[in-house]
């Protein structure tokens, strides 16, 4: 048996109503945009795929230990940008202005780990982002860029990170977390 999993920083609910607020009234203006649910608004560190279940104590294992010797830091959401280039966009995404390196140095600890117990990450390059919205075919976003440039930065202190496990049904993903793991916990 096998779960599909993802570690992730979750999105705080006052950062998470602050976007709302500026994405919502925006939802229906592009019938070519699916828009993330905003309970499913989150950076992914490692995307894992199926992972076996005898792997995943392990996995929760080396995530504590990355976690512990973690310290938290300060984060904030601003920039937007476009996969894989703005004007053939399949997502739309929103950057890290505050705190991207040590999002980043969190993952590369977090993709090392995973790594390391026979859980390999997706091997794509990380990239600190938010997605917004996908589509199904590419298109032409620069104007949804320039709308998405204007949101207010919310900013946070992260203090913990998540497993996540993801079901794929038709409605979208289903995410349910399946362990926390604070930071600097040594």
């Known amino acids: ?66 976690a512990s010797r973690t310290s938290g830091f300060n984060l904030a959401l601003g920039g937007a940008g476009a996969f894989p280039k703005p004007y053939a966009a399949k997502v739309l995404w929103l950057g890290v202005t505050t705190g991207r390196d040590d999002l980043g140095r969190l993952a590369a600890r977090v993709r090392t780990a995973c790594q390391r117990v026979g859980v390999p ?11 917004l919205a996908r589509t199904r075919r590419p298109i032409e976003a620069t104007k949804w860029l320039r709308v998405l440039e ?15 496990d993801s079901t794929l049904n038709r409605g979208g993903s289903v ?12």
């Open 1 to 66: 048996m096998t779960d599909r999993l993802f570690v992730a920083v979750e999105v705080p609910d006052e950062a998470r109503a602050s976007l709302e607020t500026f994405v919502g009234p925006r939802r229906d203006a592009d019938p070519d945009l699916r828009w993330v649910r905003p309970e499913n608004w989150h950076l992914t560190l490692a995307f894992l795929g199926d992972v076996p279940a005898d792997r995943q104590e392990p996995l929760a294992e080396a995530l504590t230990a990355v």
């Open 121 to 131: 990450p997706d091997p794509a390059t990380f990239a600190a982002h938010l997605t």
């Open 150 to 164: 204007a949101f207010p930065q919310p900013s946070w202190r992260v203090e913990r990170f998540v497993l996540v």
């Open 175 to 186: 995410y349910r977390v399946a362990a926390e793991f604070s930071l600097g916990t040594a």
